[in-house]
């Protein structure tokens, strides 16, 4: 692309300019909620390693996934950008066309063009057409090395069968995801990379998304007569152990002090009827809802000598925030002529304000309940639902929505302040007419900007749901591979 096509001799200038540049480490979990740690008020799982990486970092108690679901809120976490955007509108089944786009500009891709080694190992799931041709996969979008499903890992987290190491496909693995991600991850700091370069490595855990599975030893750590409930907790436990072991080879590497990590979730807890064990604590709704429950999520921020141990901030951040603020530490520069709807982070570290140009903005034109729509504007945040244009059942809705529903409009607007309600149990929008007037003008602009800018994928068809399965369309079984 012409917007890389950078110099050599700027490049070495980068390297030796910013020798002093840290490294950073992005790990995600999947499904995880805002109530399924310890260090978040759980008293019932174990979670010894991101407790104790709290405790030597920042929490933060506002942290906000960029979507209330899977490749939408990875999609924003890697651009910066509200995913509707991209035309990421919905969690991507394989071989679905929705994918991101080549022409989108990834975090890795800045940081890999600012001198940084790039890794991603996990759970992907930023196109349909994984590993095959007519998409761009990890490294068409900034990772030297990955290691990677595309979505979750099956057929479940014990013995998967389908990673993919730089395109090649690996077959039946032996062990649990959650130790094979970190193993992965810790074989590349040791003895793939480049030492004398900083590195960006994004580790994105599968616990505790389903189809669930769990060692019998973390399982064990938690006897119930429900085996869901021993294997959701010990999944989060298992989840612990391998973001534990990665810490560990940070520190026997020698690289504590050089090197930012942060932990985060991408959505709030599923909750299903077969794992229905997950927590968003005190947040209303789950995982696919614009509530806090769906999109409010667990975030730790740790940079020693930089960063305070044992502090916490309840500033609102998005994980659409990320690339500005990693691409500020690793003096990477945003790329021109692109929206970008995150703002850098970086003055939180040292207790100073965060200004925003703009409100938080989700939508999913597909969430459980009323609300598809919200904003958060300080302690304010507005949800609003959607008008239907035509049919809001079966196939035709299936393409409306692929079309990002761009003729749709806003209605049933709520409003919380959540500095005295947390719960979003106080629809305040008869009381706060001023709020309530400012925030709607600025949802509106937002949201007719995301609508223009959002393409329209081919026609095709969902998977659905029956009894808790995910059932194929026998056109994509049958479909050469």
């Not at 910066?80 to 991209?86: A, H, K, Q, V």
């Not at 806003?410 to 979003?424: A, C, N, P, R």
Request: aromatic share 10%; hydrophobic share 35%; glycine share 8%.
């Amino acid at each position: 692309m012409r917007l890389f096509a950078v110099p050599l001799v700027i490049l070495i200038h980068f390297t030796a300019a910013f020798a002093d540049r840290p490294n950073l480490i992005v790990v995600l979990a999947d499904d995880l909620g805002f109530g399924d740690l310890g260090c978040y008020g759980n008293d019932s799982i174990l979670s010894p390693r991101i407790d104790q990486f709290a405790a030597e970092g920042l929490r933060l108690t506002s942290c906000y996934a960029a979507h209330p679901n899977c490749s939408p809120s990875r999609a924003g976490l890697m651009t910066g950008r509200t995913p509707f955007r991209m035309g990421i509108y919905n969690w991507i089944p394989m071989f679905s066309p929705m994918h991101v786009k080549q022409s989108e500009v990834t975090l890795a891709t800045l940081l890999r063009h600012a001198g940084y080694q790039t890794c991603q190992v996990g759970k992907w799931h930023l196109n349909g057409k994984f590993n095959l041709p007519g998409q761009p996969q990890p490294n068409d979008h900034g990772f030297d090395h990955w290691f990677a499903t595309q979505n979750n890992a099956l057929p479940n987290h014990r013995n998967p069968e389908n990673f993919v190491r730089n395109g090649r496909e690996l077959g039946r693995l032996t062990g649990y995801s959650a130790e094979l991600v970190a193993k992965e991850a810790v074989h590349w700091l040791r003895n793939e990379r480049d030492p004398k370069k900083p590195f960006f490595l994004f580790a994105c855990f599968h616990e505790p998304h389903e189809p669930i599975a769990s060692a019998e030893k973390y399982r064990k750590l938690y006897p119930h007569e429900d085996p869901a409930f021993s294997a959701h907790h010990g999944n989060v436990s298992q989840l612990d152990a391998g973001f534990g072991r990665l810490l560990d080879a940070v520190k026997q590497l020698g690289l504590n002090e050089d090197t930012v990590v942060i932990f985060t979730s991408d959505n709030g807890p599923a909750i299903t009827p077969i794992h229905p064990h997950g927590s968003a604590g005190p947040l209303r709704d789950k995982k696919g809802t614009v509530y806090e429950g769906g999109i409010r999520v667990p975030g730790i921020i740790r940079w020693p000598g930089e960063i305070n141990p044992g502090t916490e901030t309840d500033v609102p951040i998005s994980g659409l925030d990320f690339l500005p603020t990693l691409c500020q530490l690793g003096r990477a520069m945003l790329p021109p002529e692109r929206e970008l709807d995150g703002t850098s982070f970086v003055p939180l570290f040292k207790g100073k304000p965060l200004e925003r140009a703009k409100p938080l903005y989700w939508q999913f034109n597909r969430a459980k309940g009323k609300a598809k729509v919200a904003v958060r504007d300080g302690k304010w945040k507005l949800l609003a639902s959607l008008t239907q244009p035509g049919p809001t059942t079966g196939a035709d809705l299936t393409q409306l929505e692929m079309q990002g529903i761009k003729k749709a409009e806003l209605k049933d607007f709520e409003l919380y302040d959540l500095g005295v309600d947390i719960q979003e149990s106080m629809d305040v929008s008869g009381k706060q007419p001023k709020v309530l007037k400012r925030l709607k003008k600025e949802m509106q602009a937002i949201y007719e900007d995301v609508q223009r800018e959002g393409p329209v994928w081919p026609d095709w068809k969902w998977p659905r749901h029956e009894s808790g399965r995910i059932i194929w369309p026998d056109y994509w079984l049958n479909r050469e591979r």
